[in-house]
């Protein structure tokens, strides 16, 4: 919940160990191992309809593993934890949804307020201060008066990082932040990104498959593979670039022309 | 550890302002005003800058109080010299302050006066109205195709939703019809008990079911079930650009959604207002026998001998206005509907509201008319 700043060492953040997820009897992936460190920007890349998003719905506890773990922080279990310390870490999660899922009904400012209406116990006046803030921070001053269906797409997606915000989260997930962006909203998002990682000192954990945005923030990844249906590589994405012997994770990386051609 | 401020005495036109402890949200923080009312009693000041090393946590309720404090600032002439805070917060800040307020952002409230909400919802009513007939209009245009063979559908659509409003609707029918059977039966029972009339519930139970009260039910029930799955379902595709994608295809939304929901309710309702006649009857029944000591014989002998042909004509061809009734409120609130999630939910409670009043006020119509024709 705390802001950290200048995380340097490398503490486990999140622990995903054997995981196996599956729809009933259809298999998505299985046996996914790899730590996500403090401070990390963390990549989930892959193949159209390998398992990126549900992987994501599983580290944000919306999904029950089938088989395996994923340990947050000191080791704690999310599913072996109690329903109250569930919510409650749930709540340390900052979710960013492709669509930005902004609730329609509602302004931006109340979008962003909601949150912390329900669940924390501030006074009118310092929410209305908190959602301004984060609004700001995302570059929406004064848009709280705002319905969803009156901004653009861009300004929906940056409206829902506020609403992720809104508790100073220790981890961010985002789900294809560039999907349906052009490609100058798309580059300040993921400036936007960077900034926040830099001075929240969060952990954040991106679901994309824009090579754009995997080489320019992604500092560590997980690559899953469609067709064996587990992970066939982790690490930094330039240096699997660069030292990956994965032909599949070659393709991947440099768009299906091969190492020597783009190189 | 509680959050604290105190400043140092004022030297050079310069304050140094000292923060120490968790300056975090849970806490109830120092406001920016202590500072503002600090720096006007010494009026000299011209810079202000922060020692930070006691400060413990922070997070947004410190950025929401410097955020403030660089507005007191900029207000007053005075420059705020940001070195001193943690450089989190120091980046933060000017992400905050990068993308200035766009002008005419902010909104202001509007107070609109009643003589222009009054015309307002005059011309909004006027609108409403002259969309509906042109919808019903263009209905008219895609039946027209459909007679003479052009309207572009497909067949199994057609079934489908012959299957959802006829087949799937039979139990929640039973159910509805025998009930309203078995309560007119009561009401009736303890009435004509008085007279020794109790054989006449057969007959105020057959005709009342037969002529009206079975196609009304009926129509009521497939507003709320089936008029109101028109409209979420076509209203979804609004949202989703669906029926756009139709409509560059050159297929008329009308003929290809609209035409096989509305003929699908055209054929059901008559049968399923059919089946509740006699659903009706047998609650009608249920109470005669339990109730009323009459035998089956009796009753079926009576209920045969009071409804007439005609009562049963009048009820299915009400049945089926209704059908069609239900069926283009549904769509109609349908493909008007705007393109967000709760724009679905007025459209699906509008299907019904309207659905069920079209349905009351053409009963009305075609009582009126029999009765002038002494049907």
């Known amino acids: 919940m705390l802001l950290r700043e200048g995380i340097e060492n490398k503490e486990p953040h999140i622990v995903v160990q054997d995981l196996t997820m599956a729809y009933g009897d259809f298999l998505i992936q299985r046996d996914l191992t790899f730590t996500v460190n403090k401070g990390d920007i963390f990549i989930i890349m892959g193949g159209s309809g390998c398992g990126k998003s549900t992987l994501l719905r599983h580290l944000i506890g919306l999904q029950r593993p089938v088989k395996g773990k994923v340990l947050y922080g000191q080791g704690v279990s999310f599913w072996d934890a109690e329903p109250e310390e569930r919510d409650h870490m749930m709540r340390s999660f900052g979710v960013l949804y492709q669509s930005g899922a902004l609730w329609s009904s509602l302004t931006l400012g109340e979008n962003v307020a909601l949150p912390l209406q329900l669940y924390s116990k501030l006074s009118p006046s310092q929410v209305r201060d908190v959602v301004s803030l984060k609004l700001s921070l995302v570059g929406l001053t004064g848009f709280e008066d705002y319905y969803p269906s009156e901004i653009s797409g861009g300004m929906k997606k940056r409206a829902g990082l506020a609403r992720a915000m809104a508790f100073d989260p220790d981890i961010l997930f985002f789900d294809e932040p560039s999907a349906g962006l052009d490609p100058i909203s798309a580059h300040l998002l993921d400036e936007l990104i960077l900034e926040l990682r830099e001075s929240l000192g969060a952990t954040v954990v991106v679901v994309t498959h824009e090579l754009a945005s995997i080489f320019a923030i992604g500092n560590n990844s997980v690559f899953l593979d469609a067709d064996t249906k587990t992970m066939v590589a982790a690490g930094d994405p330039k240096k699997l670039l660069a030292e990956s012997k994965d032909p599949k994770v070659i393709e991947f990386l440099t768009r299906g022309e091969g190492r020597s051609k783009r190189e | ?375």
């Open chain 2, 1 to 375: 550890m509680q959050p604290t401020l105190h400043f140092d005495q004022a030297t050079d036109g310069m304050m140094r302002i000292h923060l120490s402890g968790d300056w975090t949200l849970e806490n109830i923080l120092p406001s920016a005003y202590d500072v503002k009312k600090q720096v006007e009693g010494v009026p000299q000041v011209r810079l202000l800058t922060f020692d930070t090393k006691d400060l413990q946590k922070w997070d947004s309720g410190l950025l929401i109080f410097l955020s403030k404090l660089m507005e007191i600032c900029t207000e007053g002439g005075i420059t705020l010299q940001k070195e001193g805070l943690p450089q989190g917060a120091q980046r933060l800040l000017s992400l905050a302050s990068a993308v200035p307020e766009r002008k005419g952002a902010r909104r202001e409230a509007v107070r609109i006066s009643l003589l222009d909400r009054v015309g307002d919802s005059a011309i909004a009513f006027w609108r409403t109205n002259l969309e509906m007939v042109a919808f019903i209009g263009e209905a008219a245009t895609a039946l027209m195709r459909l007679f003479v063979g052009k309207a572009q559908f497909r067949s199994s659509d057609l079934f489908l939703t012959i299957q959802e409003c006829g087949a799937q609707a039979l139990p929640i029918v039973s159910l509805i019809s025998i009930l309203v059977g078995l309560i007119l039966a009561f009401i009736g029972a303890i009435q004509l008990k008085i007279f020794g009339a109790q054989i006449y519930v057969a007959s105020l139970v057959g005709i009342g079911m037969v002529r009206a009260l079975a196609a009304i039910m009926t129509g009521i029930i497939m507003a709320g079930r089936t008029g109101a799955a028109f409209a979420a379902q076509l209203g979804t595709m609004q949202v989703n650009e669906e029926i756009d994608a139709l409509q560059t295809l050159g297929v008329s939304p009308m003929e290809f959604l609209v035409l096989p929901r509305m003929l699908a309710l055209f054929l059901m309702m008559p049968l399923l207002s059919l089946y509740a006649d006699l659903m009706g009857i047998l609650g009608g029944l249920i109470i005669g026998v339990s109730m009323l000591d009459l035998n089956f014989m009796e009753y079926y002998n009576k209920t045969i001998e009071s409804v007439r042909l005609n009562d049963l004509w009048l009820g299915l061809f009400s049945a089926a206005v209704f059908g069609v009734l239900v069926a283009l409120a549904g769509c109609l609130r349908g493909m008007q509907c705007g393109r967000s999630a709760s724009a679905v939910g007025e459209a699906t409670t509008s299907a019904v509201v309207t659905g069920i009043v079209s349905i009351v006020v053409a009963m009305a119509v075609i009582t009126v008319v029999a009765n002038v024709l002494n049907i």
